[in-house]
């Protein structure tokens, strides 16, 4: 009662554990609370202690304790645990292997008992064999004639080579005896088997009997024989199985096997030679079964003392009978069924103790391998602290200590270029933004092409000439709208709609000018709805088809735009017209200009060039333009840009 409500309180509050006690007017109370209270105190002290204790402790020796600690002894615990475990495994084991041992005697033995009863079966019902032992016989000759007629009896014999022979004894006194037909004289007629088998009335009966004439005790097979048409006692049929193949089959065994008839050991898979040797005890007369068919169709095992020692018996009831049951038995020494289990284990615990002691040797030799390079590693971690930079070599391997070291190394080169490579950073950065508003400054001072301006109000102003206001409405609401697309553009991608209307409209107004010098068509191949490009990327393509291609042509121009999705993915936009092209030597200088990272200086709009350049500094290096001309005949222009750029960029700006 006392340790419960001591540990109720949990022995933290001194205080209070002291004054719940003093109330209670029990004053050893007070000292058992101070008790508790102390020993909680020294289990923390002690716990904080090892742990210290453990901090303090060199790799070395942490690599000692942890093979102690988490393999030595979980080892030894562990070996103990499963000797125990495997000694009863393979006792278990032993035991299974004698069942199966017997069993699968057992199961040859019935088939041998089954195949005698099979042909007492046949030779029961054989009509020639009736007949003879009906047939009251008028001479000798008439005898043996009916002998001769009955040679088939030869060929049942020899079918079953576990049958060593077969009898009909007879009551007729007019046969003869031989192999086959015996005449039941006084001794015989008076006989218990043969009397058994009469009352039995025709059911077979197992037992052990002497042969009338090999003169040998053999496990015999016996019935009493009637008349199929009159049902009149003709005799006993006996069917003798060969002993020497029972011996055989009981001698193939490694232990020592036996097979009893009502409860008399008749076989032994000793041989007789090796009995009565000095010191051992003979082979005994009978030996202790079961109840009476209780192990008759399964193996019962139980513990007997045979031959003077502790044994185990695995007994399979063969036959139960009525009147002799047949059981086989197999007698297993204790000392020899754990023979195996023992060496087991101790083969064992002979591997598990070589194992520690060569672990033990493996973990000296590491632990003095890690100590080295630990220290390596930390010599030379001081020496960064001291600010000196020149470390020693490498380690070698690829382990941890190698990889720190490693590390440590890459720092120190790191802090030595680190100077040089912020200020190559730096003068990258520039350079970049020093292009990119080289870019923006071009791309603003062509938002409104003073040449295209010009045209314009100069076709608005012939159409108010013409006289007719709906005309000069229509342009002046097509340049309104181009100007404010391009006067709001920015360097953030738009939706690729945009840019197309944006160029729509540029084609419309150029539209009113040319009249039907020039026509243009825009076709979608793929789902575009989402897509977003930079602006004024296709308005520069389409400028640069009327400048220098269709503005020469007095008829029959056109421009077509062709929006699709490439294999990669991508998305390509083709600008092609029909205009005077460009010649090789121009094509291949454009060309060379695309692949160059320098900026279009000498042009008033945007220029090819400098699209090109846009697309390649936002989206990266493998997207841009790609120019297909040939003289006479026009130009195809083809740019590649990210088909999910739309979507990223909602991503950023989400």
């Given at each position: 009662m006392i340790s419960q409500i001591a540990q109720k309180k949990n022995c933290i509050n001194y205080r209070k554990i002291v004054q719940f006690f003093r109330k209670s007017s029990f004053l050893p109370f007070e000292q058992i609370a101070k008790s508790c209270y102390y020993r909680s105190i020294m289990k923390l002290r002690l716990a904080v202690r090892a742990s210290g204790l453990l901090n303090r402790l060199r790799i070395q020796q942490k690599l000692y304790a942890l093979y102690v600690l988490a393999f030595l002894c979980p080892l030894l615990v562990l070996t103990a645990v499963l000797s125990v475990w495997l000694y009863h495994v393979l006792e278990r084991q032993q035991r299974e292997l004698s069942r199966a041992s017997v069993l699968q005697t057992g199961v040859l033995l019935s088939e041998q008992l089954a195949g005698a009863e099979e042909l007492s079966g046949s030779l029961f019902v054989n009509r020639n064999v009736q007949d003879t032992l009906r047939h009251s016989f008028e001479s000798t000759q008439e005898v043996y004639d009916r002998y001769r007629s009955l040679s088939f009896l030869d060929d049942f014999l020899r079918a079953d080579s576990g049958i060593y022979s077969f009898r009909y004894y007879t009551e007729n006194a007019t046969m003869l005896d031989n192999a086959y037909f015996i005449r039941a004289s006084g001794g015989a007629a008076a006989s218990p088997w043969y009397t058994a088998a009469k009352d039995?009335?025709?059911?077979?009966?197992?037992?052990?009997?002497?042969?009338?004439?090999?003169?040998?005790?053999?496990?015999?097979?016996?019935?009493?024989?009637?008349?199929?048409?009159?049902?009149?006692?003709?005799?006993?049929?006996?069917?003798?199985?060969?002993?020497?193949?029972?011996?055989?089959?009981?001698?193939?065994?490694?232990?020592?096997?036996?097979?009893?008839?009502?409860?008399?050991?008749?076989?032994?898979?000793?041989?007789?030679?090796r009995e009565g040797q000095p010191g051992e005890p003979g082979l005994p007369a009978t030996f202790p079964l079961p109840a009476a068919d209780a192990a008759v169709g399964r193996i019962v095992s139980q513990d007997v003392q045979w031959r003077g020692k502790a044994s185990v018996a695995s007994m399979y009831g063969v036959l139960g009978g009525f009147e002799a049951p047949v059981v086989l038995v197999q007698v297993i020494p204790r000392s020899a069924m754990m023979r195996p289990t023992v060496l087991a284990v101790l083969l064992c615990l002979m591997l598990t103790l070589c194992g520690t002691v060569l672990s033990w040797f493996l973990i000296l030799k590491f632990s003095r391998l890690f100590a080295g390079r630990a220290g390596y590693v930390n010599r030379e971690i001081k020496k960064l602290g001291r600010n000196d930079f020149a470390l020693a070599p490498p380690l070698d391997g690829s382990d941890e200590f190698s990889e720190i070291y490693a590390e440590v190394r890459s720092a120190a080169a790191r802090l030595r270029t680190l100077i040089a490579e912020v200020y190559q950073r730096k003068i990258e950065r520039e350079q970049l933004l020093s292009r990119q508003n080289d870019i923006r400054f071009k791309m603003l001072a062509s938002q409104i092409n003073p040449h295209f301006l010009f045209n314009t109000l100069e076709t608005i102003r012939?159409?108010?000439l013409a006289g007719g206001s709906r005309d000069v409405a229509q342009s002046v609401k097509f340049l309104a709208k181009i100007l404010r697309y391009s006067l709001s553009a920015t360097d953030r991608p738009v939706p690729l709609m945009d840019e197309i209307d944006a160029v729509s409209t540029y084609l419309d107004i150029q539209h009113l000018r040319f009249a039907e010098r020039v026509t243009y068509d825009i076709v979608f191949l793929c789902d575009v709805r989402r897509v977003r490009i930079l602006p004024l990327l296709l308005q520069p393509l389409v400028e640069n088809s009327f400048k220098h291609g269709l503005e020469s042509r007095q008829e029959g121009g056109f421009i077509?735009?062709?929006?699709?999705?490439?294999?990669?993915?991508?998305?390509?936009?083709?600008?092609?017209?029909?205009?005077?092209?460009?010649?090789?030597?121009?094509?291949?200088?454009?060309?060379?200009?695309l692949a160059d990272d320098s900026v279009e200086e000498n042009s008033s709009s945007i220029g090819l060039v400098n699209v090109n350049q846009r697309i390649r500094l936002f989206y990266g290096g493998q997207y841009g333009m790609e120019i297909e001309s040939t003289e006479g005949k026009g130009m195809t222009v083809r740019l590649r840009v990210p088909a999910d750029a739309g979507d990223k960029e909602e991503a950023e700006n989400g």
């Open positions: 039995a009335g025709g059911r077979i009966l197992w037992g052990m009997r002497t042969d009338d004439m090999a003169g040998r005790r053999m496990l015999a097979l016996t019935r009493a024989m009637y008349s199929t048409a009159d049902g009149r006692f003709l005799g006993v049929l006996v069917v003798n199985l060969d002993s020497a193949r029972i011996q055989r089959l009981l001698g193939s065994q490694e232990h020592e096997t036996l097979l009893c008839v009502d409860g008399a050991i008749e076989f032994s898979s000793r041989p007789p030679e012939m159409q108010a077509y735009i062709l929006v699709d999705s490439a294999a990669d993915g991508s998305l390509l936009i083709t600008v092609q017209d029909n205009g005077c092209g460009i010649a090789a030597g121009r094509l291949a200088e454009l060309r060379e200009k």
